[in-house]
């Protein structure tokens, strides 16, 4: 009955220590928001700077699963490509080596006083609010491992337990008992305090502990391989590398531990402060040597998935250059518009695709390009607040205003075919399907709107064009046509798909009105020379 209550108290005390690792890991994220996207989407061709950013994201957010899942996601949506993307992954396995720095400390007896700071602050009406609920379960992750300690605490007095797990064992297993455990909870975190603990108590043994803390790192990739279902080629190529440098350190270290392991018992430090050492050690030296031979090791990730080409050509991400030329800014923006209209025009191209042919592979390429967009736009507004302190006079002021209205317009274009997604994504979870007498419509108009964008995007800058006037008018007569086909629709009760319709022709009104707006305010600078 004893130890029946001693295992329910440690595995109620365990899972409080997951469930706080958990909401410690979403506040950050929250409080960080985009700015922590940011800080892993601005890995540069420095592959150390990306171990330096993946060890920094992931001692904040207390989870190397998390941001590996974070940065495929970021691959997969095109923010990073999969070589830089590698560095960041290397690192994270460096950032988790806290958690066991602190436990082996003894830090952990600070938990009370930062739940009890963060619960005020969380309370009170300032600023300074948002970090109270990440400081609270902080504590509380803290909070819960010596929880863990005091209710295992009566395990030290169980001899025969205590003979088996300082006894040395099979490496092997041990090594397989960390990756299984690590994969079941979801955090190498709680194996490895858990492991500390267990050491510190003298339950666990250091010759049995190491390969237990080497197998978390294995199993810490179950995460990343199950959200890779579904995305994209350098999207799985991050998570296979995530995988092969897991396990690639661990069979590094493997010969050691195989014939030196049972030396460990003779080490005359701290037993949790040499294996929290350990850990550190272990996953630094790995990260060294693959960033070493980084790129064999991404072309051997090549060799097995394959070469591949990205599945969209990304558009070149606007770069703040202390010393570059105002007109030089204003000729790469120039340029630049003109890329993203073309790029937009895919975009649409795909959605009203995927309403034609209700194919879901068109479905995910068009969503993922809009997500780039998203990212892109962000990017856009940070560049121009950037770019501000160039201005030296009213013309380069006004000249600046008149690029940054004209990305306001493409953007406002892109919302506009991002809408006409959501209705696709709308009708799905409805599963409303086109009948054909719509099908023809849509085909239609998105045929004449790609028209339109065909002659805006050639003819951008000239102040009046016979051609585009032409295609608006088409585009507007057969809006007006598909109009008065909707109000038939409407009044049948059983075509659930004319709603569908409705948003279609309000959409697309909106994305011409928009389309000639934009050739309108870029042609009128050159209307005025």
Do not use: W
Not at 354 to 359: G, P
Not at 401 to 425: A, C, G, T, V, W
């Amino acid at each position: 009955m004893e130890n029946l209550t001693i295992a329910m108290a440690g595995l109620t005390a365990i899972i409080l220590f997951v469930f706080g690792l958990e909401n410690f890991s979403r506040e950050i994220e929250r409080i960080s928001g985009e700015r922590f996207r940011k800080s892993l989407s601005r890995a540069t061709r420095i592959p150390i700077l990306g171990v330096v950013i993946g060890a920094i994201v992931t001692a904040f957010i207390q989870s190397s699963s998390a941001t590996s899942v974070i940065t495929i996601s970021l691959v997969n949506a095109g923010v990073l490509t999969f070589k830089n993307s590698v560095g960041i992954i290397f690192g994270s396995n460096v950032g988790t080596t806290i958690t066991a720095q602190l436990v082996a400390f003894k830090l952990t007896v600070f938990a009370p006083v930062f739940i009890i700071i963060g619960f005020f602050l969380s309370l009170t009406r300032n600023r300074f609010s948002i970090f109270g609920k990440a400081i609270f379960y902080f504590g509380f992750v803290f909070f819960s491992l010596n929880l863990i300690s005091s209710s295992l605490a009566p395990l030290q007095e169980n001899q025969a337990l205590i003979n088996i797990l300082t006894q040395p064992q099979n490496p092997l297993i041990a090594i397989a008992v960390g990756c299984l455990f690590t994969a079941l909870v979801q955090s190498s975190s709680v194996t490895t305090g858990l492991a500390i603990i267990f050491t510190q108590q003298g339950i666990l043994g250091l010759e049995n502990a190491v390969p237990i803390i080497m197998g978390a790192n294995i199993g810490t990739t179950a995460t990343a391989m199950i959200a890779v279902f579904g995305m994209d080629i350098a999207a799985k190529k991050t998570a296979l590398s995530h995988f092969l440098f897991n396990v690639g350190g661990v069979l590094l270290f493997l010969p050691v531990i195989l014939l030196f392991g049972h030396k460990l018992s003779e080490v005359t430090m701290d037993p949790a402060m040499a294996l929290a050492n350990i850990h550190f050690i272990f996953n630094v030296v790995a990260s060294l040597i693959f960033i070493i031979f980084v790129t064999p090791f991404t072309r051997f990730v090549d060799f097995l998935l394959g070469e591949g080409t990205m599945d969209f050509e990304r558009l070149e991400l606007p770069t703040y250059q202390e010393n570059e030329e105002f007109q030089s800014v204003v000729n790469r923006l120039e340029a630049g518009n003109q890329e993203l209209l073309n790029f937009l025009k895919e975009n649409y191209n795909l959605v009203t695709l995927s309403l034609e042919t209700n194919y879901k592979g068109i479905q995910d390429t068009a969503q993922k390009r809009i997500e780039y967009v998203n990212f892109f736009e962000k990017e856009c507004m940070t560049y121009f607040t950037s770019i501000v302190s160039k201005i030296n006079d009213e013309e380069q002021s006004r000249e600046l205003i008149r690029q940054i209205n004209r990305y306001d317009y493409l953007f406002q274009i892109h919302d506009s075919i991002n809408d006409l997604f959501e209705s696709k994504r709308i009708m799905n979870d409805q599963f409303i399907e086109l009948k054909s007498d719509i099908l023809i419509l849509v085909r239609e108009l998105s045929s004449d709107t790609l028209s339109l964008f065909t002659q805006i995007s050639e003819h951008l800058e000239e102040p009046k064009n016979e051609e585009i006037e032409k295609s608006a008018k088409v585009l507007q007569l057969h809006l007006n046509q598909a109009h008065r086909k909707l109000l038939l629709l409407l009044a049948d009760t059983d075509r659930q798909d004319a709603g569908a319709l409705t948003n279609f022709i309000t959409y697309s009104q909106r994305l011409k009105d928009k389309l000639l707006n934009l050739h309108k305010m870029s042609s009128h600078k050159n209307a005025e020379l």
